[in-house]
């Protein structure tokens, strides 16, 4: 078993064909092929299931995938190392974050990793908290910026809390509670609701509060980005409510501060297994530079651009 024939399949797996896999990897398609079909005869189990129209892991390669991308990012945390003896800073810096994030300001931080160490190859992935965590657990994010209830510890990474804050309402300046300062939940109640999805932490920080206090909201818009929710809420079709320190960065909507209104905590979590040399370093910078981390340790720029990628 080869690195090389892991990285055709994590390529398959990820790019749902072993035509866009080839140009991926730089190969011709019939040398991808048969080195997978070398790997699946030494499995003795095929890992994809192959049409005309489309290719789909199997239930082998399902669980060989996982372990694949393992060992990837084990050779190549192997190699950071010996360039991190040899003063190199090389490898790959993936960072995930919420579209929320408030507690350090993101891309000032991604530029200055990016100028310091102009060799680590960096990205960027913006999901919600549950898939980020996973992906944490997963190996294919070495960071990640989440929010949560507060108290909530995910288990299977490492963490450190970063801020704890309140959710206020954002409403258009047209809406008759924006001649207002504050609210309280049973005015809300009554309105139509701009959220994120149903499940995911973000709403049911919201929704939680109102069930707190006896009280149901209808949400008919559900969005993945905040940007969008603060365009629907100009639009006057609902409101929504946000953290403070975002709702500061939305223009044109206006903030309503909320009598008991729902908190979230937000985490910066990374791997069990420890950071590798490109995230350890990203770590102890945020540390240095924004009194948010102590120097990672491992215990409790850019060739191109940062790519940006969003779950919907």
């Known amino acids: 078993m080869e690195l090389q024939q892991m990285r055709y399949v994590v390529a398959v797996a990820e790019t749902g064909g072993f035509t866009r896999a080839a140009e991926r990897c730089h190969v011709v398609q019939s040398a991808l092929s048969h080195q997978v079909a070398r790997l699946e005869k030494e499995l003795g189990s095929r890992l994809f299931d192959r049409s005309s129209r489309r ?7 399902a669980a060989f995938l996982p372990a694949a991308r393992q060992a990837l990012e084990a050779a190549e945390r192997a190699r950071a190392e010996v360039d991190g003896v040899m003063g190199k800073m090389r490898g790959q810096l993936t960072v995930g974050a919420i579209t929320t994030v408030a507690a350090v300001d993101l891309p000032r931080e991604l530029g200055r990793f990016c100028a ?27 960071v990640a910026f989440v929010g949560l209830f507060p108290g909530m510890r995910p288990k299977g990474v490492q963490l450190k809390p970063l801020a704890l804050g309140e959710l206020v309402a954002i409403v258009s300046p047209e809406h008759p509670l924006a001649d207002q300062e504050q609210t309280d939940l049973r005015r809300l109640a009554g309105e139509t609701f701009i959220d994120f999805p149903a499940g995911s932490a973000a709403r049911r920080q919201r929704e939680a509060a109102f069930e707190a206090a006896g009280l149901t909201t209808q949400t008919p818009f559900e969005v993945t980005d905040v940007q969008l929710l603060a365009k629907l809420v100009r639009a006057g079709l609902g409101v929504g409510m946000v953290p403070q320190g975002v709702a500061a960065e939305l223009s044109g909507a206006h ?4 009598r008991d209104a729902p908190t ?40 191109r651009s940062p790519s940006l990628s969003r779950t919907m």
């Open 255 to 258: 903030i309503l501060r909320v």
């Open 264 to 303: 979230r905590e937000e985490l910066l979590v990374w791997s069990a297994f420890g950071p590798s040399p490109a995230a350890a370093a990203f770590l102890s910078q945020l540390g240095s530079g924004s009194g948010v981390l102590p120097p990672a340790d491992g215990s409790s720029g850019c060739p």
């Open 116 to 142: 310091r160490y102009p060799q680590v190859r960096v990205g960027l992935h913006v999901a919600m908290s549950e898939d980020l965590i996973e992906s944490v657990r997963q190996g294919t994010l070495d």
């Open 55 to 61: 290719v789909r892991l199997t239930a082998a390669g």
